[in-house]
Structures are given as C-alpha cells and as structure tokens.
C-alpha cells in the first residue's frame, strides 16, 4: 500500500526518477564542454574520483535522512534529534532550488525552440523556424513558459503516475537515443580528432589546479545534491529498498550518460569544425559554452542536409527529455514541503509554486543582460555548495550515528559490520566537507 504522501512503486522506477533527476543538462552540454576545455581524459578522471569520494556520500547522506524523516529538507530537519538549528537550511534550499528552476527552464526553452526548429523547417515554414530559434525576447518567455508549465503538469501528476511514470519512460528513451547518435555522429569526417582529444589524456592541462575544481563542481552539480532534491526523492522510497545499492545505481548512470554524452558532443564539435564552424577561438580555447551548443551543432546538423533535419530533432528532443527530469525534481522539493508541511493538495501546491518560480524565470528572461549569470552563480556556485557543507555536518556530526545505521539497515540488514559504514561516515565527517570547502573558497575567489 502506498503512503499518504506518495511512494515510488519499484526499485526501478525510483531509480528512473533519481536518475533523471541527475542527467541533465550538466552532464550532456555541461560535462563534455569541461572536458573539451579542460584537457579531455585527464579532466573525466578527476570528475570520476571526485564523483565517487564527495557525490556519492553527500547523495547517500540525502537518500538516507530524506527516508528516515519521510519528509522534505526542512521537516527532515524538523524531525530528526539536533536538526533545529539546521531548519533555515532547509528553507534556503527550497529557495535555491526554486531559483535554479527558473535559470534552467530558460536554457531548457531554447533547447524546446531548437526541437521545435526542424519541425517547422519540414512544413516549409522557414520565417518561423528562424524566429523560434533567434533567442529573442519573446521567443524565449514563449518557450521557457512552454517547457515550465510541461514541468508544473508533471509535478501536479503526484509521484507515482507523475514523477516515476515519465521519467521510466523518458530515460531509456534518452540512453537509447544517445547511443544512435553517438553511432552516427563519430562517422562523421572530423569526429574521430574529437574521440582522440576525450580519450587520450592533455597531461599539460593536468597541472592546472582549476582541472580539479571544476571537475569537483561539475560532480556537484551533476548529482543534483545540496538542495534537498535527492532527499525528498528519498523520501518517496519503500523502507525495504537497499540505498546503498540505490545510491550506487544512480552515480553509475549519472557517471554513464555524462560519458556517452562526451563521446556524442565532442566528436560533434570536431566535425563541426571539419566542416567549417568555428569552435575555438584566436588562443585555442573553446569559445563560450552558450555559443557551442546553440552555433556549432545546428551548424552541424544543418551541414548534413536533410538527414540534419533529423538528427536535430533527436538531438534537441532529447536534450528537452533530459532536462524535463531534472525539472521535475527541482519543483518537486518546494511542493514537497507545501504537501508535508501546510497540508497543501499537491495540485494547488505544484500550480501556485510552480506558477510564482514561472514568473520568476520571466523577470529573468525579461532582464537577462542583468539577472541571468547571477542567479546562475549565486545558486550554483554559492548556495548549492554551501547547503551540501551543511548536510555532511549535519549528518557527519550531528545525526546520532545509531539512527543512521538503522536507517540504513533497513533493506540492507549486513550492513552493519561492512567496510562500506567504516568508510562513509569519515568521508562524510571530513573528506568531503573539506573538499567543499576548497570548492566554494575558490568560487568566492573567482566571482
Ligand atoms: N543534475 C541536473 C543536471 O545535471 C540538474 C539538477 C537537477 C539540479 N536537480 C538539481 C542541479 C538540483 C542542482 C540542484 O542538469
């Protein structure tokens, strides 16, 4: 029987969700276009490390609160012995989250443009096709507004026939439509440079201490983790599900679609400057990450006829999946809270929310010059590594340890005496926070 507040209904679906949640726009535009700037292997090594020794315990502490309270990050404070004082934090990731939805629906509406571009070109309408793709004002209040209120309806469907119903479908869907294109596009002339550069480590740029702080971001950000994301999703499982093994599941598809998503965009920009787009600018560095995906790939995909006609649309149908999973868990954490906590109808709550954070994202639209990368580095960089500081303190010194092992017992019974809890809790006490730390500093540093 499912619980009030709504439960996954399997393993699988969970890991749907939790997954979609991570694979986003982070790993398939953010993460190849670090590693192309950041000296290809040598920066997916560092990533992978840093995935493992800071993501994976901050989303295991996340899972592993979020079901032991069974609510969202502020009643998960509210419920659990020593977390009072932790209360605001839980507010001010309701906030963050809320904020990153804004930002990200924007970018997600451009991609919505783009996937709506081949279509329009296919009936002849050119003029349109060119308007929805121009960025201009208009266009992106329309599109975001289209892929926010895609997000709101989601959210509004409840977690089992909402949440895990979409997100099962959209995701094999996704790893299916990557690997297509990846078959394709590394036959294209050029490509095969750009396998070379993501495989092969650019020693030289190793050295550079900038390598491993982005890479620890980019795992950060990938994971979702610090606003309460994974945490409410954790709430939504059964007690007889093994988080260990859940939380493994998820950073392995999260690790495997930002890798696949390497081995599709970076041979894709190497082609594209086969055939005649430019990707670097006059010192040999990657021009902006905005510019690459929204002039290099349709460039590309415009260079190869009317197969590009299909390909893009893939591409972007894809690209508007990937982030639909990621913005549904981002609304779902303030709604959460207004479920739990002000005993709201998750209709109300998902529409009323939903609709402030959609206004939101068009005052920025509205104001990008000046709103659009402070929002995005104010949330990313400073509240999102701050948040996950405090859930390692939170849950490395505060919890009582003996809460936490039975937590996690449940659906995992030897836990107990394996190697697994002599490590965790050490890397969630001290590895990671002190990881974090030199993250943010160095964010502060560089504003
Ligand atoms: N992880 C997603 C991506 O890679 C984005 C995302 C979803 C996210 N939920 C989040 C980022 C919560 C920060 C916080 O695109």
Redesign the pocket.
């Known amino acids: 029987m499912s619980s009030p507040r709504g439960e996954f209904s399997s393993t699988f679906g969970f890991v749907m969700a939790a997954a979609g ?11 190849p276009t670090q590693t192309a700037q950041n000296g290809g292997a040598a920066f997916v090594l560092f990533y992978l490390i840093l995935t493992f020794v800071v993501g994976y315990p901050v989303l295991l502490a996340e899972f592993t609160i979020g079901r032991h309270a069974k609510s969202n990050p502020v009643g998960t404070y509210q419920k659990i012995d020593g977390g009072k004082n932790f209360v605001p934090a839980g507010f001010l990731g309701l906030f ?2 809320g904020f ?2 804004s930002f ?1 629906s924007i970018v997600a509406g451009w991609l919505t443009a783009f996937f709506v571009h081949p279509l329009l070109k296919m009936i002849g309408a050119d003029s349109a096709a060119q308007w929805v793709v121009s960025q201009n004002t208009t266009s992106t209040v329309l599109f975001g507004s289209i892929f926010f209120i895609l997000t709101i309806l989601i959210v509004v469907g409840g977690i089992k026939n909402g949440i895990e119903k979409w997100s099962s479908r959209f995701m094999p869907t996704l790893l299916i439509m990557m690997l297509v294109l990846v078959g394709y596009v590394v036959t294209l002339p050029g490509a095969m440079e750009g396998v070379r550069v993501y495989l092969l480590p650019d020693f030289d740029k190793t050295m550079n201490p900038q390598l491993i702080l982005s890479a620890l971001g980019q795992a ?11 945490l409410v999703y954790g709430s939504y499982t059964k007690k007889s599900e093994n988080l260990v093994r859940l939380g493994t599941l998820v950073t392995l598809c ?1 690790i495997g679609v ?1 890798f696949i998503a390497g081995m599709l965009i970076i041979p894709a920009m190497y082609a594209a400057s086969a055939a005649g787009t430019e990707i670097f600018d006059a010192n040999g560095n990657l021009i902006s990450e905005g510019n690459l995906i929204f002039q290099v790939l349709p460039a590309l995909f415009d260079s190869m006829g009317t197969a590009g006609i299909v390909v893009s649309f893939l591409f972007f149908f894809l690209m508007v999946i ?2 639909l999973t ?2 549904i ?2 609304l779902e ?1 303030p709604v959460a809270y207004a479920v739990d906590n002000r005993n709201m109808s998750r209709k109300k709550a998902a529409m009323l929310i939903g609709g402030f954070f959609w206004i939101v994202s068009i005052i920025i639209a509205l104001n990008m010059s000046t709103l659009f990368s402070g929002v995005i580095t104010l ?2 960089k400073y509240s ?1 590594p701050i948040l996950g500081l405090i859930i390692c303190i939170f849950v490395g010194w505060v919890m009582n340890r003996n809460k936490l092992l039975e937590e996690l017992k449940q659906g995992n019974p030897e836990i107990g005496n394996s190697l697994f809890m002599k490590i965790w809790p050490f890397f969630l006490k001290v590895v990671s926070p002190i990881l974090i730390l030199i993250v943010f500093l160095q964010s502060f540093i560089s504003w």
């Open positions: 949640s991570a694979i986003g726009l982070g790993n398939i535009w953010g993460f963050t989250v990153i939805l990200y950060f950000f990938s994971l979702s983790l610090g606003v309460g994301g994974m999260d930002a990937a982030a990621s913005s868990s981002m954490v949330t990313t999102q």
